[in-house]
Structure formats: structure tokens, C-alpha cells
């Protein structure tokens, strides 16, 4: 088994490049929006070193597997805990973009076949929470798709 060793400046650069090379960026609120600008002023990869820095003393830049957060932790703990309810809460400080659709999509699957488990067993109110989250998913994919 191997395992990958990356720093976490090495990370953000990662998913920021990401950001930079997205045609969309998809956001949900008013930090995700002045991000998204702060991106579109990064106009090539060489700025890529110094702009981290810049956007990691505004931004908490957190990389998750569906986006990126940017709530910096240094204000107090989350109020949202957690990879999916950034998403799910349609936090401001939630960004994604279409290098994410798969992950959404696999996820969105994920739901469906939960919900169909729940329904089987009767279980009303996990079969409530699971179309609220695929109604959350999908809006996101549709964005996604609309955008590109």
C-alpha cells in the first residue's frame, strides 16, 4: 500500500490551480462570491505561489472532496461540520466547480440507492432527509452542468 505524502500548501495550490484552469465556479453566498473574484484576478499559474499566500490570509481554504470551504477556522468552529453539510446547509463559504461533477453525481447515486434501502424498511424520516439531500445534490449538478 502506498500513501500519498502532500503538504497542505501543496494541497490548496492544488485545488486553487483547480479553480484557476474551471471555466465556473459555482458558489452560494456572498464569500464565495468575492472569492470567485479574487480568482478571476489571478491571471496565470506563475502568480499561482504568491496568491495562495494572499488568498490563505483572506480565506481559510480548506479542501474538501466535493469543494473547497473557505470559512477560516481562526474565526471560531464551524457551524456546519462536517465535508457534506456545506453543501447540503448552502453555505456561503462552500465553492466547487465542474473538476467536482463526478464526485457529486457518484454521490447523488449514493443517495438513491439509500433512500430506496430506507423506503424498504419504512423508514420515513431517513427517506425525508435523503430527498432532501438529493434535491441539494442535484441543484448543484444542474449549476454545474449549466455553467460549463
Known sequence: M???HLSKMKLKESYIKGM????????????GEHFK???ANIKNIDELNESVNNLSKLYGINPLPFGLCL???????????????CYMSNCGDFVTNDKF????????????????????QSLGVEVK???????????????????S
Do not use: W
Request: some cysteine; hydrophobic content about 30%.
Open 2 to 4: 502506498h500513501y500519498v
Open 20 to 31: 484557476i484552469e474551471s471555466k465556473n465556479i459555482i458558489t452560494q453566498g456572498t464569500e
Open 37 to 39: 473574484k479574487s480568482i
Open 71 to 85: 470559512y477560516d477556522f481562526k474565526r471560531g468552529h464551524c457551524p456546519h461540520l462536517g465535508v457534506q453539510s
Open 101 to 120: 461533477l463526478l464526485n457529486f453525481e457518484n454521490e447523488y447515486k449514493r443517495l438513491e440507492e439509500h433512500k430506496a434501502h430506507c423506503m424498504k
Open 129 to 147: 432527509k435523503a430527498e432532501y439531500q438529493l434535491h441539494r445534490i442535484k441543484r448543484i449538478i444542474d449549476n454545474i452542468k449549466m455553467e
